[in-house]
C-alpha cells in the first residue's frame, strides 16, 4: 500500500466541463507529485509540492489545468475547460514520509482515468 | 533534456527464462534511478532504487545495475514466471531528493506458462 489514495478512479465527462481530480496521503509527506500517462507520451510530470508549496509547473499543459496542496495531506488537480485530449490517466505520487529517510524513492496511488468525450 | 529510452517495446518468453531489459538515458547527471512494475489499469509499484554512486540492487529474483557514465541501466530478471507479466518502467531522478522522475515508455513483458 502506498498510502495515496485517489478519487475518482475512472471519470467520464464532455468536452467543456470542469474536472477535479483529488489525491489524499495516509499522512503527511514532503513532496506530491502529479503525473499523466498516455499511450502516446508515456509518463509526464505534470507538478510536484515541496513542502505544500509548488516547485515546478512547468509541465502543467495550459492555463485550463491548474492545482493545489492546501496541505500536507491532500491535493487537487483541475482542469477548465476540459477537451477530449486531456484524456488520460492522472497519477498522484509521493516521496517519504515526513521525518522518514529522504532516498528519492516515489509511491504512486493506482491513478485516475479520465475520459473527455 | 533528460531523455529516457527503453528496449525492447515489448518482450515475450516462456516461463523459467532468464531476461532483461535495458534503459538508457542521455545526461549521466543523475541522483538516482528506479525501476517500478505496472500491471494493466493499476499504479506504478517500485522494484529496485540505485542511487548514483551504487552499481547495483538486488530483490529476490530481480537485479538491476547502473552504469553512470555510459548512460545505460539493466534490469535482470531470473526464471521468469507468469506472474511477471507487466509493464516495466525506467525512470531516473535528475535532482536531489524530491525532485521529478523523468520516465521511459516502458517495455512490455509476457512470460507464457
Known amino acids: 500500500d502506498a498510502g495515496v489514495i485517489q478519487s475518482p478512479r475512472h471519470e467520464v465527462t464532455e468536452m467543456g466541463q470542469e474536472v477535479t481530480l483529488r489525491c489524499k496521503l495516509i499522512?503527511?509527506?514532503?513532496?506530491l507529485f502529479w503525473y499523466r500517462q498516455t499511450m502516446m507520451r508515456g509518463l509526464e510530470l505534470l507538478i510536484y509540492?515541496?513542502?505544500?508549496?509548488?516547485?515546478?509547473d512547468s509541465g502543467m499543459p495550459e492555463d485550463r489545468f491548474s492545482a493545489k496542496m492546501p496541505n500536507a495531506s491532500f491535493s487537487t488537480l483541475k482542469i477548465q475547460p476540459s477537451e477530449p485530449r486531456d484524456s488520460a490517466v492522472y497519477f498522484c505520487?509521493?516521496?517519504?514520509?515526513?521525518?522518514?529517510?529522504?532516498?528519492?524513492?516515489?509511491?504512486f496511488g493506482e491513478g485516475s482515468r479520465l475520459t473527455v468525450l | 533534456k533528460q531523455e529516457v529510452t527503453q528496449i525492447p517495446a515489448a518482450l515475450s518468453v516462456p516461463e523459467g527464462e532468464n531476461l532483461v531489459l535495458n534503459c538508457s538515458f542521455t545526461?549521466?547527471?543523475?541522483?538516482?534511478l528506479q525501476w517500478f512494475r505496472q500491471d494493466p489499469g493499476k499504479g506504478l509499484t517500485s522494484l529496485l532504487l540505485?542511487?548514483?554512486?551504487?552499481r547495483e540492487q538486488t530483490s529476490g529474483r530481480l537485479n538491476a545495475s547502473l552504469d553512470k557514465s555510459s548512460g545505460r541501466s539493466t534490469l535482470y530478471i531470473a526464471a521468469s514466471q507468469p506472474g511477471d507479466s507487466a509493464t516495466y518502467l525506467c525512470?531516473?531522478?535528475?535532482?536531489?531528493?524530491?525532485?521529478?522522475?523523468?520516465f521511459g515508455k516502458g517495455t512490455t513483458l509476457s512470460v507464457s506458462s
Open positions: 540505485i542511487q548514483s554512486s551504487q
Open positions: 525512470a531516473v531522478s535528475i535532482g536531489q531528493a524530491g525532485t521529478a522522475l523523468i
Open positions: 545526461d549521466s547527471a543523475i541522483y538516482n
Open positions: 499522512s503527511g509527506h514532503n513532496s
Open positions: 509540492f515541496n513542502n505544500n508549496v509548488p516547485i515546478d
Open positions: 505520487a509521493r516521496g517519504p514520509a515526513r521525518g522518514g529517510r529522504v532516498t528519492g524513492e516515489l509511491f
